[in-house]
């Protein structure tokens, strides 16, 4: 993302962004795999699944709507 984007953005979704203190490049929080690579000195983690925000999404939605 860039500082234009960023800065375009509502206060309330600037929150989840950081910027990378190695790259400087902002991404998003809330993705596993733009932390991964950024904490990982920027290399890609291919064993590990992705997709858990998508996983707990649909627990919580199944879950709390199921009676």
Not at 46 to 65: E, G, L, M, Q, S
């Amino acid at each position: 993302m860039t500082a234009d984007e960023y800065e375009q953005l509502p206060a309330d979704e600037k929150e989840h962004f950081a910027t990378c203190s190695e790259c400087g490049e902002i991404f998003d929080r809330r993705s596993l795999d733009e932390v991964l690579f950024h904490h990982t000195d920027h290399k890609h983690r291919p064993d590990i699944n992705h997709n858990i925000r998508k996983r707990a999404r649909t627990f919580f939605y199944v879950r709390f709507t199921s009676s």
